[in-house]
């Protein structure tokens, strides 16, 4: 168990929808990124947020937004859903100081999103 | 364009034996080197990192990797190879303190 939470384990909704992932951070942890795992598009960093700013910015659509909230932890909106948005959503924490890339990640169990 | 690439999609092997997982990127001023393991239903751990220094590094479970920039590969090793190492194995990089790219994966089929 890495201490990384996130809900819903599981989630089907269909095309054209919108949904919200939520990730709890493990105590203490200001950092955290958001990955998405898809069959096509292999392991992919959305982005990171640390002490409720974004840090860095990898290959996130414009549909696709994220935040940091005072308490730590973040949510991922995924918005116009399509089909290719199935994956699975992981988040990530890092250790409490500086927030640099190269800390060490925790990661989270995942979300599976399916989109009908 | 920066890439991460693992040239094996799956590799089997017996149990006790040793094993490599090939992983080569693009070159870069300025990168850092990570493996990660991925058990099945489960999020990613961390095996092992080369940041700087030595260019061998030593990570969990008896992994090993060696950083060689000539060649622009991070390969990981072990020795002696267990059932429960039956996982997926990804290569990450990290290009001048931003984004990480991740490789395709690699997964291990350890056989008794």
């Known amino acids: 168990d890495s201490g990384v939470t996130q809900t819903p384990k599981h989630l089907i909704t269909a095309t054209g929808q919108r949904v919200t992932l939520r990730c709890s951070p493990r105590?203490?942890?200001?950092?955290v990124y958001w990955y998405q795992q898809s069959l096509d598009q292999g392991l992919q960093f959305l982005i990171q947020?640390?002490?409720?700013?974004?840090?860095a910015k990898g290959n996130i659509l414009e549909r696709f937004s994220a935040q940091q909230f005072p308490d730590l932890h973040s949510e991922l909106n995924l918005s116009s859903l399509e089909l290719g948005d199935s994956a699975l959503y992981f988040c990530?924490?890092?250790?409490?100081?500086?927030?640099?890339?190269?800390?060490?990640?925790?990661f989270g169990p995942g979300t599976r999103l399916t989109v009908l | 364009a920066q890439s991460v690439t693992q040239l094996d999609s799956q590799v089997p092997v017996f149990e006790e034996a040793p094993v490599e997982l090939r992983c080569n990127y693009s070159?870069?001023?300025?990168?850092?080197l990570f493996w990660y393991v991925q058990y099945p239903n489960q999020g990613l751990q961390l095996l092992l990192k080369y940041l700087s220094g030595s260019t061998l590094v030593k990570g969990i479970n008896g992994f090993e990797a060696e950083f060689n920039k000539s060649q622009t590969s991070f390969h990981l090793r072990k020795p002696s190879v267990h059932i429960s190492d039956t996982a997926e194995y990804f290569c990450?990089?990290?290009?001048?303190?931003?984004?990480?790219?991740f490789g395709s994966g690699t997964k291990l089929n350890v056989k008794p």
């Open positions: 990530a924490s890092s250790s409490p100081a500086g927030g640099r890339p190269t800390d060490t990640q925790y």
């Open positions: 105590s203490g942890d200001l950092s």
């Open positions: 070159s870069s001023v300025s990168v850092y």
């Open positions: 990450a990089v990290q290009y001048n303190f931003n984004k990480f790219y």
């Open positions: 947020y640390y002490n409720g700013e974004e840090r």
